[in-house]
Nanobody
């Protein structure tokens, strides 16, 4: 994966749902062999990991999204998704798609990811 483009952000009322999409492009076959993830950065805060998924599709979540968010890949479309359910106002942030060169994931640390998209804004209103 070389290029990542996010979409799907927008405004939603607290308790609502939203699905973010990450379109990946790069070396043939790389999408299925790389760990990818979703991160977010709220105004005035550091970027933090939300969810990651291994090259083979095994997900892992930060506590903030456990039970509310779902990360998954569509291998036929080279796309990764993040479904946000039961949204809260503190989910408001810029959401970023990221990828590692390796297929295995090594936690949610920002520094372990090599490629980044430009982000898509999510705003959750009370």
């Amino acid at each position: 994966v070389v290029q990542l483009v996010e979409s799907g952000g927008g405004s939603v009322e607290a308790g609502g749902s939203l699905t973010l999409t990450c379109a990946a492009s790069g070396a043939p076959g790389s999408f299925a062999t790389q760990c990818m993830g979703w991160f977010r950065q709220a105004a005035g805060k550091d970027r933090e990991g939300v969810a990651i998924i291994s090259g083979s599709g095994i997900p892992s979540y930060a506590d903030s999204g456990e039970g509310r968010f779902t990360i998954y890949k569509d291998f036929t479309k080279n796309k990764m998704y993040l479904r946000l359910n039961s949204t809260r106002t503190d989910d408001t942030a810029m959401y970023y798609c990221a990828a590692r060169r390796l297929s295995s994931c090594s936690g949610l640390a920002v520094s372990t990811f090599d490629y980044w998209g430009q982000g898509t804004q999510v705003f959750v209103s009370a």
